[in-house]
């Protein structure tokens, strides 16, 4: 009884306009279409609007890779905004979407007392999508601000101050601590651009959703799909802690068997790698030892 009276009713959907945007001329490449091995085949054909599972509104694009989109989306039953990161066909992704998907329930199995456990992205759901290609997997999360790289970018020194440096360093180490002593894994992949931050003034979230339904996004119909132009937030009230994000590239050491697999940007890619040698933690720790060094005295790469 008092479960009947105390909860919410789901969220309406809202009527996201599709019309009064800047169309992008047909013959212009945008977004991921900019990628060198892009296929549009392998992409699903997200239109801002569609609900996911009676329950995730697409809102608008916060960005885009080789191996899925993303989008901000209204979660009608949990009433909060999430990220849904779609990745591109599951037959195109071979182990690595699987591996990604088995790292995060590896994590919801592990404490979450560790102090580095906030530290790493979380999974709130995962779910499979059909499409007119075949099976997408996508994953559900809480949202954050502008990455590492991107509030670099912003800076006009292009570099951080020390104390911004040491902030993300601890994270980040608390981040690894915990991956690699709890979880038995390494990320793989440790850079500036898969360090996200949080925040707790969720305003930006719904001005985001305000500024797609007042003023809808540039977009282009091609082939029978529609692309569009990714959405920036904007600027929060303050940032909150770095999150260490894509769990891509990250493998678990403790399955009995020796992996050799190329992982890291190149420029941040441990010796070990390079010679093609059995990976260990240590690659994760070589990982944040550049990344140290071009934060604290070069510009992004």
């Not at 601590?177 to 990320?187: F, G, K, P």
Request: proline share 6%; net charge neutral; charged share 25%.
């Amino acid at each position: 009884m008092l479960k009947s009276v105390f909860s919410r009713a789901p969220w309406e959907p809202l009527s996201f306009p599709n019309k009064g945007f800047d169309p992008i001329p047909a013959d212009k490449v945008v977004e991921e279409e900019t990628l060198p091995d892009y296929v549009a085949t392998r992409y699903y054909p997200v239109t801002i609007g569609e609900i996911f599972q009676d329950r995730y509104q697409v809102v608008a694009k916060l960005g885009y890779g080789a191996t899925s989109t993303v989008w901000l989306a209204r979660d009608l039953s949990g009433h909060r905004h999430v990220a849904l990161k779609l990745f591109i066909k599951s037959e195109s992704m071979g182990d690595e979407v699987v591996r990604e998907l088995g790292v995060y329930k590896r994590i919801e199995r592990t404490s979450k007392k560790h102090p580095g456990r906030s530290a790493v992205r979380s999974l709130l759901a995962s779910f499979e999508v059909e499409g007119p290609e075949g099976q997408h997997l996508c994953l559900v999360h809480p949202p954050f601000l502008e990455s590492v790289r991107t509030f670099l970018r912003r800076n006009s020194e292009r570099r951080l101050p020390a104390v911004v440096v040491a902030f993300i360093l601890k994270r980040l180490l608390l981040a690894l601590d915990y991956l690699h002593n709890e979880c038995h894994v390494i990320h793989g992949d440790l850079q500036d651009s898969n360090i996200m931050f949080d925040t707790t003034d969720t305003s930006v979230f719904k001005e985001f959703e305000k500024a797609e339904l007042n003023d809808p996004c540039r977009r282009k119909e091609i082939g029978g799909r529609t692309i569009y132009e990714s959405r920036k937030l904007e600027k929060p009230i303050g940032l909150g802690a770095p999150i260490v994000c894509d769990l891509g590239s990250a493998l678990a050491l403790d399955d009995g068997k020796e992996h050799r697999e190329v992982i890291q940007p190149a420029f941040y890619r441990a010796p070990e790698v390079i010679l093609g040698a059995p990976l260990m933690y240590s690659a994760d720790m070589w990982n944040v030892g550049c990344m140290y060094f071009f934060l604290a005295n070069f510009s992004s790469l």
